[in-house]
């Protein structure tokens, strides 16, 4: 393992030096190339400009070879270049390397320039080249009155960087290089430790508070200030986290103290009742073993919610999944409580669309609904009304369960999901509620994919809308 910082230092590096070998390899090259060319080009202009020259002798001699050709000599010296004139048969007119000629290492080429001698580039003029010591030879013919007269070799030194004010400027060029190396290595540990400051303090806070997190500690939570998207969504998950976590464990110790509550009550009126009896303060008579024996109902159907509530919470539940027509079950479920609603006289209306189909357990979806009824006659009073809606709508199945009863205090509205939660716990237990169905009702809805949703104003009434994806409206049966 290694740290960020000495990563990040490394990495810099890295590709600092490959950036600056790459721009030194590049700008070498390239400079040889394109200086080799201009340097063989202004020689070989040079070359004719000399070869001119000694044309223009040989005019001025009539054609013939004599001592004013010595000029040549300080030429070629004054340019660092050997030149030897040859008759047609080989014979050695004039050499100035054996007249003491200067020794080269003047870059040639560039001395001729601007001079007023010869007339420039030839093109096509046939030359060989040699090479003898330091040395590269050309040779080139000499013409008077358009005839061949003599040839001229003219040796320039053979590098191309020959002169040492050039080779310097290479030297000095590549010394820079080697100091803007030494620079941008500087530049870079330094911005390697800014870069690496700037993402490493955030991390390490963030890295702090997970700490806090796992230690129990949430209200030790840092503010991590950082520019950097990944860092910014980093600690914001750990925020969440947070957050969930102590949601989680709030629930689990409420849910601890509620299922202690739920059970003490009931649980200590049996034991009044029996230790009476067994005292012999009351006489066991069959009416008070009935309410011994509904505590014990209310107990077990407590114990069945829970156990049913956290199989399906905890994904154990097994959904028969069918094609169910809504419509149909939803119309069974009305009818079944017709009676029931008569006998409290709550008029129960079903506004049923045919045909919606959706895919589902269908003991299950009687559940959802069968809690969302009960709870429409637990909490309407006489001569309300209660209606049923079932329609399919942008590919939606939407069934409303409205009603005229008590409704829900704004402020109980976001929690009556939840375990144990009751609006008015006092009408609630007295109408036998635990504060569980609806719990159950959602856990279910979500089972099936589905999601339900509640509006309620205190004493006008309240409506439970369950929505599900349609399955294939279009086909009648399953
Ligand atoms: P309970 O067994 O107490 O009815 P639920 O989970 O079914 O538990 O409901 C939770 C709470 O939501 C109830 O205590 C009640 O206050 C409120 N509630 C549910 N349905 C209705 C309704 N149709 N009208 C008014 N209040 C309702």
Redesign the pocket.
Same mark, same amino acid.
């Given at each position: 393992m290694i740290a960020i910082d000495r990563q990040l230092r490394r990495y810099f590096i890295l590709v600092t030096v490959i950036s600056v070998l790459v721009i030194f390899l590049l700008a070498n090259a390239g400079m040889n190339f394109f200086f080799t060319r201009y340097v063989r080009e202004s020689n070989l202009r040079s070359d004719n400009k000399v070869v001119s020259y000694i044309e223009d002798l040989y005019q001025a001699n009539n054609g013939t070879f004599n001592s004013s050709f010595h000029v040549l000599v300080p030429l070629a010296r004054g340019e660092g270049i050997e030149i030897r004139l040859k008759d047609l048969s080989g014979n050695v007119l004039l050499d100035t390397s054996a007249m003491g000629g200067m020794p080269w290492g003047n870059m040639s080429g560039r001395g001729m320039s601007g001079n007023g001698m010869g007339h420039g580039y030839r093109k096509g003029m046939e030359s060989r080249s040699w090479e003898k010591e330091d040395l590269l030879y050309r040779e080139y013919p000499v013409y008077f009155d358009s005839k061949k007269v003599a040839l001229v070799e003219i040796g320039r030194g053979k590098s191309v960087i020959s002169s040492a004010q050039d080779r310097s400027f290479f030297l000095t060029m590549n010394v820079l290089y080697i100091g803007a190396l030494f620079l941008a290595l500087v530049i870079a540990v330094f911005i390697s430790s800014y870069v690496s400051k700037k993402f490493l303090r955030p991390l390490l806070a963030v890295k702090r508070n997970i700490e806090s997190i796992a230690e129990n500690k949430h209200n030790r939570l840092e503010t991590v200030e950082s520019s950097t998207t990944e860092i910014h969504e980093l600690y914001r998950a750990t925020r969440e986290l947070s957050r969930t976590l102590q949601e989680q464990e709030n629930l689990r110790k409420r849910l601890t103290s509620d299922i202690a509550h739920e059970l003490r009550t009931p649980l200590a009126t049996l034991q009044s009742y029996l230790e009476a009896m067994i005292d012999g303060v009351w006489q066991p008579t069959p009416e008070r073993l009935s309410h011994c024996y509904d505590e014990i109902i209310r107990l077990t159907g407590l114990i069945n919610n829970l156990s049913e509530l956290s199989s399906i919470e905890s994904e154990e539940i097994l959904l028969n999944m069918t094609s169910v027509d809504l419509s149909k079950l939803m119309k069974n479920i009305v009818d079944t409580f017709q009676p029931m609603f008569k006998g409290k006289d709550i008029e129960l209306t079903g506004i049923i669309q045919e045909d919606v189909r959706i895919r589902g357990d269908a003991a299950r979806l009687n559940q959802i609904f069968v809690?969302?009824l009960s709870?429409?006659y637990?909490?309407?009073r006489e001569k309300g009304k209660v209606t049923v809606t079932v329609k399919a709508a942008q590919g939606k199945a939407v069934v409303e369960v409205s009603?005229t009863?008590?409704?829900?205090a704004a402020a =109980?509205l976001p929690y009556?999901?939840e375990r144990f939660?009751? /609006? =008015?716990?006092s009408r609630?237990r007295e109408?036998?509620?635990? /504060?569980?169905?609806?719990?159950i009702?959602k856990a279910l809805v979500e089972a099936h994919n589905g999601t339900i949703s509640v509006e309620?104003e205190p004493d006008k009434g309240?409506t439970?809308r369950v929505v599900f994806d349609l399955h294939n409206i279009f086909k009648s049966s399953s």
């Amino acid at each position: 393992m290694i740290a960020i910082d000495r990563q990040l230092r490394r990495y810099f590096i890295l590709v600092t030096v490959i950036s600056v070998l790459v721009i030194f390899l590049l700008a070498n090259a390239g400079m040889n190339f394109f200086f080799t060319r201009y340097v063989r080009e202004s020689n070989l202009r040079s070359d004719n400009k000399v070869v001119s020259y000694i044309e223009d002798l040989y005019q001025a001699n009539n054609g013939t070879f004599n001592s004013s050709f010595h000029v040549l000599v300080p030429l070629a010296r004054g340019e660092g270049i050997e030149i030897r004139l040859k008759d047609l048969s080989g014979n050695v007119l004039l050499d100035t390397s054996a007249m003491g000629g200067m020794p080269w290492g003047n870059m040639s080429g560039r001395g001729m320039s601007g001079n007023g001698m010869g007339h420039g580039y030839r093109k096509g003029m046939e030359s060989r080249s040699w090479e003898k010591e330091d040395l590269l030879y050309r040779e080139y013919p000499v013409y008077f009155d358009s005839k061949k007269v003599a040839l001229v070799e003219i040796g320039r030194g053979k590098s191309v960087i020959s002169s040492a004010q050039d080779r310097s400027f290479f030297l000095t060029m590549n010394v820079l290089y080697i100091g803007a190396l030494f620079l941008a290595l500087v530049i870079a540990v330094f911005i390697s430790s800014y870069v690496s400051k700037k993402f490493l303090r955030p991390l390490l806070a963030v890295k702090r508070n997970i700490e806090s997190i796992a230690e129990n500690k949430h209200n030790r939570l840092e503010t991590v200030e950082s520019s950097t998207t990944e860092i910014h969504e980093l600690y914001r998950a750990t925020r969440e986290l947070s957050r969930t976590l102590q949601e989680q464990e709030n629930l689990r110790k409420r849910l601890t103290s509620d299922i202690a509550h739920e059970l003490r009550t009931p649980l200590a009126t049996l034991q009044s009742y029996l230790e009476a009896m067994i005292d012999g303060v009351w006489q066991p008579t069959p009416e008070r073993l009935s309410h011994c024996y509904d505590e014990i109902i209310r107990l077990t159907g407590l114990i069945n919610n829970l156990s049913e509530l956290s199989s399906i919470e905890s994904e154990e539940i097994l959904l028969n999944m069918t094609s169910v027509d809504l419509s149909k079950l939803m119309k069974n479920i009305v009818d079944t409580f017709q009676p029931m609603f008569k006998g409290k006289d709550i008029e129960l209306t079903g506004i049923i669309q045919e045909d919606v189909r959706i895919r589902g357990d269908a003991a299950r979806l009687n559940q959802i609904f069968v809690n969302l009824l009960s709870n429409a006659y637990k909490y309407t009073r006489e001569k309300g009304k209660v209606t049923v809606t079932v329609k399919a709508a942008q590919g939606k199945a939407v069934v409303e369960v409205s009603d005229t009863g008590i409704g829900i205090a704004a402020a =109980d509205l976001p929690y009556i999901f939840e375990r144990f939660y009751r /609006g =008015d716990p006092s009408r609630s237990r007295e109408s036998g509620g635990s /504060g569980i169905g609806l719990t159950i009702t959602k856990a279910l809805v979500e089972a099936h994919n589905g999601t339900i949703s509640v509006e309620s104003e205190p004493d006008k009434g309240t409506t439970f809308r369950v929505v599900f994806d349609l399955h294939n409206i279009f086909k009648s049966s399953s």
